[in-house]
């Protein structure tokens, strides 16, 4: 019998000689059939089916040109040339980068989109991403997610006391492909680690936030985005693994650690291998994973809204938020860390609320700014109605891992809390005034649109002295000169948000508690929306926040990335199509394959110094505490630790 390899290269000899004779080729094992309907899979073989797709030059000039369309619109590309302290490490010039990435050669579709992702990652504005839907089809779970908190008064790395309870969730086919290889997860829950990768755990942690965390252009708050951490997902209370142990990404087949068991003293070397998990759409082989996952869906692009029928009829709704691909296979908080307290009226949702025992402090848990537009706002009324009726006088909110949402949720809790009476509750925004956005928008006036078709006519905006701006207004021709790092940066007009004709529940003429008795609690992983949320009280009310966890010794911010609106890249496609100027030589081009390049639109800038945009003005948490055994993962006994801590 002919071996394989002499086979194949006997078939190649005679398909070059007799090209059309339509020989089948030997069935080579096909890395796509190997996964092909499996939840979970070891990362080798879903990166095996990820490069079995050769680099396809059509492909990279169409993502690219895309991309580099797309950027004129990043109100931040500019600041990346040299970007001020303590936010330096995110100096990247864009351009010469894309120059380098149409230049390079690539074997697959794979590593071309890697280094995309990778880059877009790495500008540690989570607003501002390269998302592949073919290449971030996978979770990597490695079945010991790690924290850090302070025990007999040092800090230090552990494997989360929890993660047994925490990750059997993840259910049989995930727990017995351990038991399979003969590998003990169970065992190393609360060991203390010694190192990781060879490094000092910190340092490693360090690694994994500058390289894989992304989001936030704080290294601090991307260090705490490295441990695993309680949020709220799906409605639920549920935790989060980190981007050590849950990583959007298959590259790596194991983490190597030094650590000591629980009871033991000994220290020893563990590989601990990662397991991958699905979250793309099922296929059965690599045609179809192609087909389902990598080619451009009816959603992948913008449309003309004036040719929908019937046309809309109510404003579209601004969001801000990041993308946390984990959440799609969130899991639970195991219930041993969930409140023991009874929630208050309006917990359904995005907002889970409790009167602590003290029976003064009312805990307002905003694990989000989406979810339903209206029922966020009723549940905060119905929140606060009941802690005024059960008489609550001081109220704590908790913003960790707050991923943000729409804009005007942001602006709804900050005026009832602060009353109406302070007037416009949001920040002073732009957008940038490049050639093709002073097209959209008189595009836009041509066609006698409004804010029912797009988020460029100027009825979503209102003047500094708070009137609508009419449809018709041209905020954007002639654009305001900015300068940054020596580039001329034209922007549009400044202007507010009107998301006052947006709420559908009355808001307070006077702040429901003594402003000084609301103190807000996060991780620092508070992006978007909740940035905006909790800058504005800091600059305008300087409520009292604290931020746990981080690495010790090393300054943290307490909020995340903080533009003012994020356009994904159907919907700038839709402004783009809907104002009639998709056929001009600047407009990006449809997306071939299925993916989201979203940008950062709109700029805050900051009350505390008006030519600064929030997200690069540095404002620091006035509390700093570490996690303790007691209160990671706990958000109760969180919650009653900072009571203590920050009423007084
Ligand atoms: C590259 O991609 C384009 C667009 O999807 C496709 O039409 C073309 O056939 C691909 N080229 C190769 C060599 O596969
Ligand atoms: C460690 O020792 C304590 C006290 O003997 C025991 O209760 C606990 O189950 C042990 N934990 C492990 C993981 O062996
Ligand atoms: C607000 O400013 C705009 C633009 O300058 C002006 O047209 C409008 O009349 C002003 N509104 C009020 C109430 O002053």
């Known amino acids: 019998m002919p071996s394989p390899v002499r086979l194949a290269s006997f078939l190649i000899a005679v398909a070059c000689i007799f090209p059309n004779l339509g020989l089948a080729w030997p069935s080579a094992p096909e890395p796509c059939v190997k996964i092909a309907g499996k939840a979970f899979v070891p990362p080798a073989d879903a990166l095996a089916c990820q490069k079995s797709f050769p680099f396809n030059e059509t492909l ?116 017995s492909y351990f038991d399979s290889i003969g590998f003990d997860w169970k065992r190393l829950a609360g060991a203390k680690v010694v190192q990781i990768e060879g490094q000092d755990p910190y340092a490693y942690v360090d690694h994994i936030a500058s390289t894989v965390s992304g989001n936030y252009l704080d290294h601090g708050i991307r260090v705490n985005s490295v441990f695993t951490s309680y949020r709220i997902s799906g409605g639920t209370f549920s935790q989060r693994l980190g981007d050590l142990a849950g990583p959007n990404d298959v590259s790596k087949d194991s983490v190597t650690f030094r650590l000591i068991a629980v009871n033991s003293t000994k220290v020893e070397t563990v590989k601990i291998p990662y397991l991958a998990s699905f979250l793309g759409i099922p296929f059965t082989d690599k045609a179809s994973f192609w087909q389902n996952n990598c080619v451009a869906t009816d959603f992948t692009n913008g449309v003309d809204l004036k040719n929908l029928t019937p046309l809309r009829s109510t404003r579209r709704l601004a969001r801000a938020e990041i993308i946390d691909k984990s959440n799609i296979i969130a899991i639970d908080l195991p219930p041993v860390f969930q409140p023991s307290l009874p929630p208050v009226a309006g917990s359904r949702g995005v907002i889970k609320s409790f009167i602590l025992p003290d029976k003064k402090t009312g805990v307002m848990f905003v694990g989000s700014f989406g979810g339903s537009f209206g029922g966020f706002q009723t549940d905060v009324v119905s929140a606060i109605t009941e802690f005024k009726a059960a008489g609550v006088t001081q109220l704590l909110i908790d913003l960790t891992n707050n991923g943000g949402g729409f804009v005007c949720l942001g602006h709804f809790l900050h005026q009832y809390l602060a009353g109406s009476k302070i ?164 407009a990006p081009p449809d997306l071939l394959v299925s993916g989201n390049f979203r940008h950062n639109w709109r700029t805050a800038w900051s009350f505390f110094d008006e030519n600064k945009p929030i997200a690069y003005l540095s404002e620091l948490p006035k509390f700093r505490f570490p996690y303790t055994k007691d209160t990671y993962n706990n958000p109760q006994n969180l919650w009653i630790f900072a009571a203590g801590k920050l009423f007084t």
Not at 117 to 127: I, M, S, V
Not at 139 to 156: D, F, H, K
């Open 60 to 175: 990279r000039k169409n993502v690219l040109t895309n991309m580099a369309r797309v950027f004129d619109f990043f109100t931040f590309e500019n600041y990346y040339l040299n970007s001020p302290p303590p936010f330096q490490e995110s100096t990247v010039n864009i351009r010469a980068a894309l120059a380098k990435f149409s230049a390079k050669k690539y074997k697959t579709d794979y590593d071309f989109n890697k280094d995309l992702y990778d880059f877009t990652t790495q500008l540690n504005d989570g607003h501002t991403r390269w998302f592949p839907d073919c290449y971030t089809a996978f979770q990597n779970v490695l079945p010991a997610p790690v924290i850090t908190i302070e025990e007999n008064s040092v800090q230090g790395v552990y494997i989360a006391f929890d993660s047994v309870e925490f990750l059997s969730q993840l259910g049989p086919e995930f727990t």
């Open 423 to 586: 007037g416009y509750p949001g920040f002073v925004s732009t957008s940038r005034g490049n050639p093709l956005a002073q097209k959209i928008v008189a595009g836009d006036i041509a066609f006698g649109l409004d804010a029912t078709f797009t988020f460029y006519t100027a009825d979503n905006w209102a003047f500094l002295n708070g009137t609508q701006m009419p449809s018709s207004f041209n905020y954007n021709t002639p654009p305001a000169p900015f300068v940054i790092n020596g580039r001329r940066d034209p922007t549009s007009q400044r202007f507010h948000d009107t998301c006052e004709l947006a709420f559908s529940q009355p808001v307070p003429a006077t702040p429901p508690f003594d402003l000084n008795k609301v103190a807000i609690v996060n991780n620092g992983n508070c992006a978007s929306t909740c940035a905006m949320f909790s800058t504005l009280m800091n600059e305008k009310h300087k409520t009292k926040i604290a931020v746990f966890g981080g690495k010790p010794g090393t300054q943290m911010e307490f909020k995340g990335m903080a533009g003012n609106q994020v356009l994904e890249w159907a919907d700038l496609d839709t402004e783009i199509k809907t104002a009639g100027v998709k056929n001009d030589p600047l």
